[in-house]
C-alpha cells in the first residue's frame, strides 16, 4: 500500500517540476507583449490569452506538488510551533475533513463545465483570441486537478498515519 501512495507524491513531485518549467517561458512572452504593445503598437489577444491560460495551467498543476512540498498556503501560527505527531494530527485531519472533499466536489462539479465546453467547440468570445480547443483543454484541467489533489491527498493521509504510528 505504501508503494502506491509513494507512487503518487512522485508523480505529483515529477509533474510539478515539469509543469514549473513553464514559468520562465511564461515570462518571456509577457516580456514579448509588452515590447510588442508598447515598442512597435502591436497587440495580439491571442497571446496574451496563451498568458492567462498558461499562468491557470500553472497554477492548476502544481497546486498537488505544492501541497506534497508542504509549500502550501497555512495558517503557521501555532502549526510551526507544534511537535511532528500534533502536525501529523492536524495534516491527518485536514485531509480528511476538508481537502478530500473539497476535492471530490470540485472534480464532480466541474465535469459538467468540462463537458459543456467540449459540447459547444468553446473558442475565446475576443475577436483574435484562441480557437477551439484551447479553452476546453484549459477547462479539463479542472477536474483533472482535483483528481490530483485528492490522490495526493490520500498520500497525505497515509504519511501522516506513518508519523502517528512512531
Not at 518549467?21 to 509577457?30: A, F
Not at 510588442?36 to 492548476?60: D, N, P, S, T
Not at 501529523?88 to 465546453?117: E, H, K, M, Q, R
Amino acid at each position: 500500500m505504501g508503494l502506491i501512495f509513494h507512487g503518487i507524491q512522485r508523480a505529483s513531485i515529477l509533474l510539478g517540476r515539469l509543469v514549473s518549467k513553464l514559468y520562465p517561458l511564461m515570462i518571456l512572452l509577457i516580456f514579448g507583449v509588452v515590447i510588442l504593445r508598447y515598442f512597435f503598437g502591436v497587440g495580439w489577444i491571442w497571446l496574451q490569452e496563451i498568458i492567462l491560460w498558461m499562468h491557470a495551467l500553472i497554477f492548476l498543476l502544481v497546486a498537488p506538488y505544492a501541497l506534497e512540498e508542504d509549500a502550501h498556503v497555512r495558517v503557521d501560527v501555532f502549526y510551526r510551533k507544534w511537535s511532528k505527531k500534533n502536525q501529523a494530527w492536524v495534516n491527518l485531519l485536514g485531509a480528511i475533513l476538508f481537502l478530500c472533499p473539497f476535492s471530490l466536489f470540485l472534480f464532480f462539479s466541474s465535469l459538467d463545465y468540462v463537458t459543456t465546453s467540449w459540447s459547444i467547440s468553446e473558442a475565446s468570445r475576443d475577436a483574435g483570441g484562441l480557437p477551439y480547443p484551447f479553452i476546453s483543454l484549459l477547462k479539463s484541467t479542472i477536474p483533472v486537478t482535483a483528481l490530483l489533489l485528492f490522490l495526493q491527498g490520500l498520500a497525505m493521509t497515509y504519511k501522516s498515519i506513518a508519523k502517528l504510528k512512531k
